[in-house]
């Protein structure tokens, strides 16, 4: 993945409804095919922003790029395995060693 086509976007603590207005606007804004998430800080991941990962996956991929989840939370994986998505997450989170 070519550093200068990728947006690497550092998600917030709490994907709820109230952040997702930033979120969305932050995902839209991504220059360039690549996407990179840090879901580092991530401690809750609620439907609404779940929807606009999911929009965001669909959309790099349909322009040819690569999705990319670095450095996910504990939190952010589980609530993935609680909301039904992690499957359709499972090729972009980044593996620890």
Known sequence: MSASLTTTIALAARLDS???P???ADLRSAAG???V???SEVAF???RCLQLLLAARA???ERGGALSI???SDSFTKMLVRLGAAAHF???LEKSA
Do not use: H, I
């Open 18 to 20: 109230t952040a997702a």
């Open 33 to 35: 095919p690549n996407l």
């Open 59 to 61: 959309s790099v991929a």
């Open 22 to 24: 930033k979120l969305e």
């Open 70 to 72: 670095v450095r996910p």
């Open 45 to 47: 991941l609620g439907g």
């Open 90 to 92: 499972e090729e972009d």
């Open 37 to 39: 998430l840090d879901a």
